[in-house]
């Protein structure tokens, strides 16, 4: 009794130190956004808020002088959300039905071409990029959203996932089902993806993450100011720290750096709810 | 409710193996019959064609009057119970149960009524919003009998379905599917390698081995009259008792490896090699005659209401089991001389295992 509350002690302890370590650069880099730039410029990073932060985050978000281009961050994050948001549901329904098709039709070739999407993993997206380029700009899909989701929608990792989890279904579900007549249509609606959910969830936070954070696919497919993403927006905002001899715009990179972050935490936290209510349920 | 009709049913699986070698069957309307067998003999292979969840390589598989070799599991019109129960998990006891009815597209009233009516024979009622995962072994079995009840099927067809849960509840479970069964009068196939399931179940046994049916007949017939040495020691428990013999000159006799002569009434030809059996129940102890086995203790078994008692007989070591009623003990190595009657002796060809 006596030695464990010792040692939860020194595990909050220590769990405490690490948060507030990760935690803390986040945390200045909001301090400061808060502040002028002149403040800023004087003062160096802050650890405490000032009185700017109505000032400063509804002037990026709304004005499109304050960052380089012409694109308010309102409509960044937008941009961005369509990206995160097609990236991740498109990769798990096209995903979810790649792996259903291999897991349970017995076609010729499927297993070729399970292997074939399963290369493709070693394949990062920046060695095809050249190729995925052209093809997208001979499409005329440049500077649209569905140039930007589409070529990226297949998913190795995430077809591979979900065939070793069709895999573990019980093959006597499939046979209940055809005999309560359902059709292979009925049986994925029907069966496997409410059973899917964690899966799904999962799936859908890597891919949200993964899409939102995308730059170098975004910078190449879009020209138009009006498409790009807020990964880009904080490129170019700190790109033109430095520049015309002003005074830099750390308040206003530091804001768009902290808005940049929000979505992700927000869909993490969200998504996590259903990942565990889906791990206990599913359990058994 | 139909007959079932099986002709020349054979099947061969994708990597080559033949794991059903041509079994002929007519189970007759509301009669329950039961598949029994080693592991491996192809009883689920056998059950899962009839169900069309396996095609049929060669012969024909009728359902009432209607051959059903090409015709998909779900318009067969008969529901199968699996061994573990294959509940859907995401869906609460009643959704598993209506499944099959709103695929048929019955309407919802007509599906209420059914549900609740199999949640009241089955005792379900309060269990009904509950998910399988909720549900106790015995439980989520009940469901998974539900939902074939529901369906109001043609028949039931069960694969090992008790095999999960425990020896008391199987001995429920068992009473209740017979009583289900007998109420419901729908022809029944049901499987298991559980031999007493076997022989309470059934009004019809279908012994297979390798791929075919060794025996057809009622529970009683086959204990009394088994067609092959496989059968005789499949079916009874413990094990009949098997000695290798020779008919004697006169046929009167058959005579043991170690020259015992147990008395015959059997008409069979003389010198012939056979081998004997004899079910443990069935061998008594007596003073030594002519016509008795002497044999060595090696261990006994008490379990209350009976004592087994395992000995070595002849100089070949041959097992021999005992069966009495109460309790008796013996030490290992004392000798006892057993005796059997002459009509509760079997005997089967040496080479083919066929009964004489
Ligand atoms: N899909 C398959 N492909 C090839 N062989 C198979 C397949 N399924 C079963 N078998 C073989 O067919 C034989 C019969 O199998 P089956 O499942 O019918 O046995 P069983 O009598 O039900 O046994 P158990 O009592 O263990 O369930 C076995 O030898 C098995 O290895
Ligand atoms: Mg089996």
Known sequence: ?284 | MATLNLKQVEKTYANGYKAIHGINLEISDGEFAVLVGPSGCGKSTLLRMIAGLETISDGEISIGDRVVNTVAPADRDIAMVFQNYALYPHMSNYANMAYGLKNRGYNKDEIDRRVREAGTILQLTELLDRKPRQLSGGQRQRVAMGRAIVREPKAFLFDEPLSNLDAKLRVDMRLEIKNLQQRLGTTSVYVTHDQVEAMTLADRLIVMNGGVAEQIGSPIDIYNTPATRFVAGFIGSPSMNFLDGRVSNDRSHVVLTDGTRLALDHNVAENRDVVVGVRPEHLSITTPTESSIAAKVRITESLGAETLVYLTFGSKNEAITLRMQGTHTYAAGDELTLYSNPSQIHLFDQASGRRI
Do not use: C
């Open chain 1, 1 to 284: 009794m006596y030695q464990s509350k010792w040692r939860s002690l020194t595990n909050h302890v220590i769990l405490i130190l690490g948060s507030l370590f990760m935690i803390m650069p986040v945390w200045i880099a909001f301090a400061s956004s808060t502040h002028t730039r002149e403040f800023l410029f004087q003062n160096g990073l802050q650890f405490l808020p000032g009185g700017h932060f109505f000032e400063n985050y509804g002037k990026i978000l709304f004005d499109q002088s304050a960052t380089k281009g012409r694109v308010t961050a309102l409509q960044m994050l937008f941009n961005s959300m369509v990206l995160g948001l097609g990236f991740a549901i498109g990769k798990v329904i096209i995903s979810m039905m790649a792996a259903y098709a291999i897991v349970y039709f017995r076609f010729r070739l499927a297993m070729p071409l399970f292997w074939v999407i399963f290369a493709t993993l070693l394949l990062p997206l920046e060695v095809r990029i050249v190729p995925s380029y052209e093809v997208v700009a001979k499409l005329g899909l440049l500077n649209s959203y569905t140039g930007l989701i589409l070529p990226l929608i297949a998913s190795a990792t995430g077809t591979f996932f979900f065939r070793q989890f069709y895999r573990s279904v019980p093959d006597e579900l499939l046979e209940a089902a055809r005999l309560d007549g359902a059709g292979p249509w009925r049986f994925f609606i029907d069966i496997l993806v409410p059973l899917s959910v964690t899966m799904i969830a999962a799936i859908f936070i890597i891919m949200f993450v993964v899409g939102w954070n995308q730059y170098l696919w975004p910078l190449l497919m879009t020209t138009d100011d009006q498409l790009y993403t807020i990964v880009i927006g904080i490129k170019q905002v700190y790109n033109s720290l430095y520049e015309g001899g002003q005074i830099p715009q750390f308040p206003k990179a530091f804001a768009l750096t902290i808005m940049a972050s929000i979505p992700p935490v927000l869909v993490v936290v969200i998504f996590q709810r259903m990942f565990v209510r889906g791990l206990v349920e599913t359990e058994k």
